[in-house]
């Protein structure tokens, strides 16, 4: 069973929007196939372990402007967490199809940051609600639980980019599939879930899922100035015009 998630309903309801709002924006990051190269270090490896088509990638990784700046993120044992924001590619073209949207977590045993001379961390689980609708015309809305994950390797790439290999249980609206080979990339501040196409009837396209790893305190920090904005909503607000 999927544990209760301890952020505060208004808290949801507002990263919700706010991960379909970057899926949206990031339509031009596809066109362009400026998408980071490690992204896709789980899509290879799944690629090849699945006997999968291998589709060329570029590894450009570009920079927004002068005033982007580069997070490293050293998270110690305990619970990693973000939000999922993410565009999933039609099953049959390469074209977006459905926006992702929702609330991840992992939990482990130490850093899931290091490098190959360092002890390997243990994930004892991940979880995930994967919201999904239609890019289109925001039609067929549905969501999606993550659970039972079963850590079977882990993979150091770099200091900080780490790939973990495993299975775990996925929850559609008409199915309950157990087993689920799983392919789990975090690179900085990004992560990338690439669920097995053919486990999952093809229900998430070719590609992975993406989203933001976020430390707890800025969730909380996000927590505490949507709570103020939503309770003023629900009083009428401020007025305006």
Known sequence: MMKSLSLHDIFTKGLLFAATFFS???TGVFASSAIPGQQYLSLAFAQEELDLPVSDTDTT????????????????????AGII????????????EWVSAGYWEIE????LFGDATETEPTVTDFYAIVEMTRLDD???RHDHRFSNFRQ?????????TTTINGTMTVITEDAHIENVPTYITLQNSLISIFVDP???????????ITGVIMASEHLQE????????????GTGGAGGG
């Not at 924001?85 to 977006?96: E, K, W």
């Not at 996000?222 to 909503?233: D, G, K, Q, R, Y």
């Open 24 to 26: 949206v924006a990031a």
């Open 61 to 80: 990784n570009t920079t927004a402007g002068a005033s982007a700046t580069t997070t490293t993120n050293n998270f110690t044992e305990g619970t990693t």
């Open 85 to 96: 924001a993410s565009l999933q590619l039609a099953p049959d073209r390469p074209a977006p």
């Open 108 to 111: 482990s045993d130490m850093s």
């Open 138 to 140: 925001g039609t067929f």
């Open 152 to 160: 079977s390797d882990i993979l150091f790439s770099t200091q900080n």
């Open 198 to 208: 053919v486990a999952t009837n093809n229900h998430f396209g070719p590609t992975p």
């Open 222 to 233: 996000i927590s505490n100035v949507l709570a103020p904005l939503a309770a003023a909503e």
